[in-house]
Protein backbone atom coordinates (compact mmCIF):
# COMPACT_ATOMS: atom_id res chain seq x y z
CA UNK A 1 0.00 0.00 0.00
CA UNK A 2 1.38 3.55 -0.95
CA UNK A 3 1.89 6.13 1.70
CA UNK A 4 -1.18 7.77 2.09
CA UNK A 5 -1.09 11.46 2.58
CA UNK A 6 -3.97 13.43 5.05
CA UNK A 7 -5.79 16.14 3.32
CA UNK A 8 -6.66 18.37 5.89
CA UNK A 9 -9.97 20.37 5.34
CA UNK A 10 -9.70 23.37 7.10
CA UNK A 11 -6.22 25.32 8.09
CA UNK A 12 -7.29 27.41 10.32
CA UNK A 13 -3.92 27.57 12.55
CA UNK A 14 -2.30 28.68 8.70
CA UNK A 15 -5.16 31.10 8.01
CA UNK A 16 -4.63 32.61 11.21
CA UNK A 17 -0.70 32.84 10.92
CA UNK A 18 -1.53 34.63 7.24
CA UNK A 19 -3.10 37.31 9.49
CA UNK A 20 -2.34 36.98 12.87
CA UNK A 21 -1.08 40.65 13.28
CA UNK A 22 -4.22 42.01 12.40
CA UNK A 23 -6.25 39.97 14.75
CA UNK A 24 -3.84 40.40 17.38
CA UNK A 25 -4.63 43.63 17.21
CA UNK A 26 -8.09 43.60 16.49
CA UNK A 27 -8.53 41.48 19.81
CA UNK A 28 -5.85 43.56 21.87
CA UNK A 29 -8.20 46.76 20.99
CA UNK A 30 -11.74 44.99 21.92
CA UNK A 31 -9.92 43.77 25.46
CA UNK A 32 -8.00 46.80 25.98
CA UNK A 33 -11.47 48.81 25.92
CA UNK A 34 -13.45 46.70 27.46
CA UNK A 35 -16.46 47.28 24.98
CA UNK A 36 -17.37 43.40 24.35
CA UNK A 37 -21.16 44.63 22.73
CA UNK A 38 -21.85 46.88 20.70
CA UNK A 39 -18.41 48.58 21.16
CA UNK A 40 -16.50 50.58 18.35
CA UNK A 41 -15.27 47.46 16.72
CA UNK A 42 -18.83 46.23 16.29
CA UNK A 43 -19.87 49.48 15.06
CA UNK A 44 -17.16 49.37 12.71
CA UNK A 45 -17.96 46.16 11.12
CA UNK A 46 -21.70 47.01 10.66
CA UNK A 47 -20.71 49.99 8.95
CA UNK A 48 -18.38 47.69 6.65
CA UNK A 49 -20.89 45.11 5.82
CA UNK A 50 -23.45 47.81 5.30
CA UNK A 51 -21.40 49.00 2.45
CA UNK A 52 -20.17 45.79 1.48
CA UNK A 53 -24.04 44.13 1.15
CA UNK A 54 -25.23 47.75 0.16
CA UNK A 55 -28.20 46.78 2.84
CA UNK A 56 -29.85 49.65 4.43
CA UNK A 57 -29.53 48.50 8.10
CA UNK A 58 -27.11 45.53 9.81
CA UNK A 59 -27.97 44.48 12.92
CA UNK A 60 -24.10 42.33 14.14
CA UNK A 61 -24.77 38.70 15.39
CA UNK A 62 -23.20 36.49 17.97
CA UNK A 63 -23.78 34.03 14.75
CA UNK A 64 -25.89 32.76 12.08
CA UNK A 65 -27.89 31.45 14.07
CA UNK A 66 -28.82 34.11 16.26
CA UNK A 67 -29.50 36.19 12.88
CA UNK A 68 -32.04 33.67 11.77
CA UNK A 69 -33.74 34.21 14.74
CA UNK A 70 -33.93 37.74 14.21
CA UNK A 71 -34.97 37.72 11.30
CA UNK A 72 -37.78 35.39 11.71
CA UNK A 73 -38.95 37.40 15.20
CA UNK A 74 -39.06 39.85 13.20
CA UNK A 75 -41.35 38.93 11.16
CA UNK A 76 -44.23 38.24 13.65
CA UNK A 77 -45.33 34.38 12.63
CA UNK A 78 -47.21 32.56 15.17
CA UNK A 79 -47.04 28.92 16.87
CA UNK A 80 -47.92 26.51 14.57
CA UNK A 81 -47.19 28.69 10.98
CA UNK A 82 -44.70 27.07 8.56
CA UNK A 83 -41.26 27.76 7.55
CA UNK A 84 -39.82 26.11 4.32
CA UNK A 85 -36.28 25.34 4.83
CA UNK A 86 -34.00 23.28 2.83
CA UNK A 87 -33.61 19.61 4.41
CA UNK A 88 -29.96 19.82 3.09
CA UNK A 89 -28.62 22.61 5.64
CA UNK A 90 -26.89 22.86 8.75
CA UNK A 91 -29.21 22.15 11.70
CA UNK A 92 -29.82 25.88 12.95
CA UNK A 93 -31.72 26.65 10.05
CA UNK A 94 -34.81 24.31 11.38
CA UNK A 95 -33.81 24.61 14.83
CA UNK A 96 -34.47 28.28 15.21
CA UNK A 97 -37.90 27.54 13.69
CA UNK A 98 -38.57 25.35 16.14
CA UNK A 99 -37.10 27.18 19.12
CA UNK A 100 -39.93 30.20 18.14
CA UNK A 101 -42.85 27.32 18.19
CA UNK A 102 -42.75 26.98 14.23
CA UNK A 103 -43.27 24.57 12.03
CA UNK A 104 -39.97 23.62 9.75
CA UNK A 105 -40.93 22.08 6.91
CA UNK A 106 -38.00 20.48 4.80
CA UNK A 107 -37.73 20.33 0.93
CA UNK A 108 -35.32 18.68 -1.17
CA UNK A 109 -32.35 20.38 -2.89
CA UNK A 110 -31.46 20.64 -6.46
CA UNK A 111 -29.08 17.56 -7.15
CA UNK A 112 -26.61 19.02 -9.18
CA UNK A 113 -26.27 22.63 -6.86
CA UNK A 114 -27.55 21.17 -3.62
CA UNK A 115 -29.05 24.69 -3.36
CA UNK A 116 -32.55 24.76 -2.33
CA UNK A 117 -35.16 23.55 -5.55
CA UNK A 118 -37.76 25.96 -6.14
CA UNK A 119 -40.01 23.20 -8.04
CA UNK A 120 -40.24 21.40 -4.12
CA UNK A 121 -40.64 24.71 -2.58
CA UNK A 122 -44.15 25.06 -4.87
CA UNK A 123 -45.24 21.74 -4.19
CA UNK A 124 -44.35 22.21 -0.25
CA UNK A 125 -46.31 25.94 -0.15
CA UNK A 126 -49.49 25.65 1.63
CA UNK A 127 -52.23 27.78 4.07
CA UNK A 128 -49.83 27.82 6.91
CA UNK A 129 -46.83 28.58 5.00
CA UNK A 130 -45.74 31.83 6.06
CA UNK A 131 -41.94 32.26 5.07
CA UNK A 132 -39.42 30.09 3.15
CA UNK A 133 -35.38 30.13 4.40
CA UNK A 134 -33.89 29.40 0.69
CA UNK A 135 -30.06 28.53 2.54
CA UNK A 136 -27.90 28.61 -0.49
CA UNK A 137 -24.90 25.79 -0.87
CA UNK A 138 -21.52 26.93 0.67
CA UNK A 139 -19.72 26.44 -3.04
CA UNK A 140 -22.19 27.40 -4.93
CA UNK A 141 -24.62 30.13 -3.99
CA UNK A 142 -27.88 30.54 -5.69
CA UNK A 143 -27.92 32.46 -9.33
CA UNK A 144 -30.14 33.86 -9.26
CA UNK A 145 -31.95 33.49 -5.49
CA UNK A 146 -34.47 30.55 -6.04
CA UNK A 147 -36.93 33.80 -4.79
CA UNK A 148 -35.77 35.59 -7.53
CA UNK A 149 -35.85 32.98 -10.07
CA UNK A 150 -39.45 33.19 -9.07
CA UNK A 151 -39.82 36.43 -10.95
CA UNK A 152 -40.70 38.15 -7.99
CA UNK A 153 -38.60 41.25 -7.61
CA UNK A 154 -36.96 42.84 -4.80
CA UNK A 155 -38.69 45.28 -2.80
CA UNK A 156 -37.63 49.09 -3.18
CA UNK A 157 -34.61 49.65 -1.27
CA UNK A 158 -33.44 46.16 -0.17
CA UNK A 159 -31.52 43.82 -1.57
CA UNK A 160 -33.08 40.55 -0.68
CA UNK A 161 -35.77 38.70 -2.88
CA UNK A 162 -38.97 39.16 -1.38
CA UNK A 163 -41.79 36.65 -0.07
CA UNK A 164 -41.64 33.42 -2.16
CA UNK A 165 -45.65 33.56 -3.16
CA UNK A 166 -47.88 36.59 -2.73
CA UNK A 167 -50.64 34.35 -2.34
CA UNK A 168 -49.58 32.25 0.52
CA UNK A 169 -46.05 33.27 1.39
CA UNK A 170 -45.47 36.37 3.63
CA UNK A 171 -41.43 35.78 4.11
CA UNK A 172 -38.19 34.38 2.54
CA UNK A 173 -35.43 34.80 4.37
CA UNK A 174 -32.05 34.44 2.36
CA UNK A 175 -28.13 33.61 4.05
CA UNK A 176 -25.04 33.73 1.84
CA UNK A 177 -22.83 30.99 3.20
CA UNK A 178 -20.63 31.86 5.31
CA UNK A 179 -22.09 35.59 6.74
CA UNK A 180 -21.67 37.94 4.39
CA UNK A 181 -25.33 38.43 3.44
CA UNK A 182 -29.07 37.91 5.33
CA UNK A 183 -31.39 39.54 3.97
CA UNK A 184 -34.92 39.69 4.72
CA UNK A 185 -38.45 41.29 2.65
CA UNK A 186 -42.03 40.85 3.70
CA UNK A 187 -45.50 41.81 2.87
CA UNK A 188 -49.20 40.70 4.15
CA UNK A 189 -49.71 37.11 2.95
CA UNK A 190 -53.28 38.40 1.58
CA UNK A 191 -51.31 40.41 -0.54
Known sequence: MQNQQKIQMVDLHGQYMRIKAEIDAA???????SAFINGPAVGRFASALA??????????CGNGTDALQIALMALGLKPGDEVIV??????????????????????????????????FIEKALTSRTRAVIPVPSP??????SPTAAAGIPAPSGTSAAPH??????????????????????????SA
Do not use: K
Open 27 to 33: VAEVIGS
Open 51 to 60: RYTGAAHVIP
Open 86 to 119: PAFTYVASAEVIALLGLRPVLVDVDRETFNTDIR
Open 139 to 144: SEPSTP
Open 164 to 189: FSPRRTSAATETAAPFSRTTLSWRSA
